[in-house]
Structure formats: C-alpha cells, structure tokens
C-alpha cells in the first residue's frame, strides 16, 4: 500500500479507537459569560448565521480539516460534505499531498464538491511540503475540490514526532507570502496553537484568516506518539513527553485576536455549543471542530447532522442567555476571565 495512504489510515483507526486527547484543556472553562436575566428578545427570533470570507453560513461551525487519501476517508469525507451541504455550512479536507503522489487517491477529495456544490470548501496541504511546492501545483490541489480557501497546516510538532516526519521549515513563511495572491489562504495549527507573533508575520504574508486550532483537543503528538509504539521507541518517547505542548485555545485566540485584524477561526478541543459561544465572545469570527465529526462520520451522514444541529441548538441557547439576537450581538457578550487563562494573560 502506498505509505502516505497507509498512515492515513492508521491515523483514523487510531483516532477512532483511542480518542486521542490532550490531557490539558483548552482554558476555555475559565471564561464565563455574564447572565442576562433580562434578554428581551424572543428564543425564536435568534439568528445563528454569518458571514465568513464572503461566504455566508448557517451557524459559526465549520468542519475542520480532517481526511482524504484513502477508500474510508472518501466515505467520511462523502458523509461530512452531504452534512455540510444540508446544513449550509463549510467544511476541509485533509492534506492533499496523497492525491499529488498517487492521481488515483484524488476521488476521495473529490467527493466533497460532487456531494456540496454550495457548501463552503477548504483545500489542505502540509506547510513542510508547501515549501516544495510549484504554483501548477497548489492549483491542481484547490481545483481538485474547487475550493473557496486553501488552508496550510503549520504543524511542526506533528512532524517532529512523525516517523518519516518533515522537520525542516525553513522558508514556510515565505512560501506563503508568494502563494497568498492565488487564493484565500487560511493558516492553522493542528492542536498547539498560534501565538500573537506569528499571527503578525502571517497577517503581514497577506493571509485571509487564521485558524488557531489550540491546545485542549486532539493532540497529534499523541496520536504519532501510538504509532511510534513498539517501532521506534524515541519517537514514542518524546510523543509522550510533549502530549501536551501548546498555547491552549481560549489563549491562542485571545492572543491571537489583539495581535491582528484578519479573521480568525477557534478551534482545538471545542466540544458544544456553550464553547462555540464563549469563542465568539472573544472574538473569534467562525468556530471549527474536527474529532467529534471524525466520529460521527464513521457512522452515517445523518449522526453528522444531528451532532452539528445540536451544537447549534446549544449555541443558540447560550445566545439567548446573554441576551444576543445575532453573531454580531454575541461577539459584544460580556464575561469574565478567571484561573489560569487570566495567568496566561
Ligand atoms: C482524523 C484527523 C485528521 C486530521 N488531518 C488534518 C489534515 O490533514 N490537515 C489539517 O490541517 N488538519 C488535520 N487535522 C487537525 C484538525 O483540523 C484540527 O485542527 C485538530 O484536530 C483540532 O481540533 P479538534 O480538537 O476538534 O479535533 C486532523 C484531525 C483529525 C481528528
């Protein structure tokens, strides 16, 4: 089996199976919004939808970036973009350095834009192989799924513990400020987030928006820190030593937030709607999640749905509670920052 495809499954199986966490949170326990017990507004006239790079949404939740390269994940991916259609919200799809080394892998990103015509849709590549990457390229990758927004990953940590792991970034930032023209570019973490400094150098690079993706959900140190288990006892090691390295979400966000104006996305570790709400309360002008979708995809396009319809229902609740009509109203919610994350700042 082609060994990108290979590891692409193991990660699912694994990620399936185990569920593997950050043993850290995303700090965004420490924020609580302020009661209002005087709303005076109706449950039923709260407006959920918005409008993020010239695309209008539903409600504040993407799917993030998650699969692509092998016969499951064209299953999964079939299953979160019929959601994503249905419910008129966006979605990515995993790195597309696979179909780039095997056409034969392409269907599985493919069927994202056979399944959504509409639906907002994010391409994905690796910053480490962006580096080496011609212009011609990256096109074929986005037309693939005619995407509305190429999404890089800055995932050093990832790499680092990855058997066959890329560890050399020189030159990313630079790759990014020539290809920011050719399409809306958004930058995100994996799951250690991104601090105010590097928000700034990308935000100088011309990207359209950042996507945080922080600590407190899916860690990848962990995820590679299992594969490594029993072949390669170093990588296991040092997985295990850094499970838990990272800015956490609510930190990266609000960090992130004041250092720049571009968009921002919130994501890592994001699990309901009351967090989605708490991060729109700090600024954050779209949400993302990614392994409770993973799981819900593994069964059926309907558990997609329903789990995205809940936390919208949830986020809808919160939004009431604080006395929010619309996204623009809840991103003026008041609250207060308690424990740690106030440390962090
Ligand atoms: C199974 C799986 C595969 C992923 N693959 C990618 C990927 O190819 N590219 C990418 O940018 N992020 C990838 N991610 C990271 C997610 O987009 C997200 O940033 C991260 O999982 C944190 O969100 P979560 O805590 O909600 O899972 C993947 C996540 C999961 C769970």
Not at 153 to 178: A, C, M, S, W, Y
Not at 303 to 322: C, G, S, T, W
Request: net charge negative; charged share 30%.
């Amino acid at each position: 089996m082609n060994e990108i495809r290979k590891r692409k499954e193991e990660d699912i199986e694994l990620i399936l199976k185990e569920g593997v966490q950050s043993r850290a949170t995303t700090l965004l326990e420490c924020v609580k919004l302020i009661h209002n017990a005087l709303p005076e507004l109706s449950f039923d006239e709260i407006d959920l939808s918005t409008e993020f790079l010239g695309h209008k949404f539903s409600f504040p939740i993407l799917i993030d970036s998650m699969v692509g390269g092998s016969p499951k994940a064209k299953e999964l991916n079939r299953n979160l973009a019929l959601a994503a259609e249905e419910l008129g919200i966006g979605m990515g799809v995993g790195s597309q350095r696979a179909a780039l080394e095997d056409e034969g892998l392409a269907e599985s990103y493919k069927v994202v834009r056979e399944v959504a015509p509409n639906a907002f849709v994010m391409a994905n590549i690796g910053a480490a192989q962006l580096k080496s990457m011609k212009k011609r390229e990256l096109k074929k990758l986005i037309d693939m799924v005619k995407a509305d927004a190429l999404a890089i990953h800055l995932n050093p940590l990832q790499e680092l513990i990855q058997p066959e792991g890329e560890t050399d970034f020189r030159g990313v930032l630079e790759k990014i400020d020539e290809i920011s023209d050719l399409v809306p570019v958004i930058v995100k973490e994996v799951g250690a987030g991104i601090s105010r400094e590097v928000a700034i150098k990308l935000e100088l690079a011309g990207v359209s928006a950042i996507n945080v993706a922080g600590l407190g959900g899916t860690s990848w140190a962990g995820v590679e820190s299992l594969r490594a288990r029993g072949i390669d006892e170093r990588k296991e090691m040092l997985g295990e030593l850094l499970w838990d390295w990272g800015i956490p979400t609510a930190a990266s966000l609000i960090e992130v937030r004041n250092a720049v104006k571009i968009p921002v996305i919130a994501s890592g570790g994001l699990r309901n709607g009351l967090e989605v709400a708490k991060c729109i309360a700090l600024g954050a002008d779209m949400t993302g999640m990614a392994d409770p979708l993973l799981k819900a995809a593994s069964k059926s396009k309907e558990e997609v749905v329903k789990f995205l319809k809940d936390r919208a229902l949830e986020l809808k609740a919160v939004m009431f509670l604080v006395g929010a009509k619309n996204v623009e109203e809840l991103k003026g919610a008041r609250y207060v920052i308690t424990g740690e994350l106030a440390e962090w700042l």
